[in-house]
């Protein structure tokens, strides 16, 4: 089956701890993008990679850092410095010919921090 | 503030009625706009999406209206069915002019199916 996964589903996170969460498509989409949905609320860009070994901020990018090395993967750090963690993070994927397109998004990590 | 948002936090129907739920964006250069389904727990789910040179698009149940006058998008759904309960959230492009710089979201509408 094609499609993007997210691991783990749930994460919990002491204060002060650096955490990474995992995106993997096999969809060969060329962008993808992290998100981020706080209770109630839509969500909001944090990264978006349009090609390999490169990657640009979005609207809250400040607390994150990301990574492209490959086409599939594109792996979320969530860093000490980022003050409210807590949230739902969503990855998604999209191809980029002719304009936007839609994007796929996997099932999610909720992040908790104790 | 955000360029895109939703008039209505919460819309109840009927099971078998028709549902109409209304996106208002303020970016008049948006080109690209499309709608999500989401369910508690888990990702949105696409639905159905429009470009800005059209002003209606059909789908199987759903049908999204652009209005670029009144820069208004709607989403209908047909005959409701119980599956149909959920989040509903409109989006547009963050850039204008055709590049993957991601999808600017409204806050959601939570449509509620009643029996």
């Known amino acids: 089956d094609g499609g993007i996964t997210q691991s783990p589903k749930y994460l919990f996170r002491k204060e002060g701890q650096n955490v990474t969460l995992s995106c993997e498509q096999n969809?060969?989409?060329?962008?993808m993008y992290w998100y981020r949905q706080d209770p109630g609320q839509g969500l909001r860009l944090i990264y978006y990679s349009q090609i390999v070994n490169d990657f640009q901020k979005g609207d809250i990018a400040e607390g994150y850092s990301v990574s492209r090395e490959k086409k599939e993967s594109f792996p979320l750090t969530v860093t000490s410095a980022q003050k409210n963690p807590t949230a739902f993070y969503l990855c998604?994927?999209?191809?980029?010919?002719?304009?936007?397109?839609?994007?796929?998004f996997g099932p999610g990590t909720r992040l908790t921090v104790l | 503030g955000e360029s895109v948002g939703l008039h209505l936090p919460t819309l109840s129907v009927q099971e078998g009625d028709n549902s109409i739920i209304n996106c208002a964006y303020s970016?008049?250069?948006?080109?690209?706009f499309i709608w999500y389904k989401q369910e508690s727990g888990k990702g949105p789910q696409f639905i159905i999406d429009i470009r800005s040179n059209m002003d209606k698009r059909q789908g199987q149940r759903v049908t999204v209206l652009l209005n670029k006058t009144v820069k208004h998008l709607s989403l209908q759904i047909a005959a409701t069915q119980p599956g149909d309960s959920a989040v509903y959230f409109c989006a547009e492009d963050r850039v204008s002019g055709g590049g993957a710089d991601g999808l600017t979201f409204g806050k959601g509408t939570h449509l509620i199916i009643q029996p």
């Open positions: 998604a994927s999209s191809i980029w010919r002719g304009g936007p397109n839609e994007q796929f």
């Open positions: 969809l060969n989409h060329d962008a």
């Open positions: 970016n008049s250069a948006s080109d690209y």
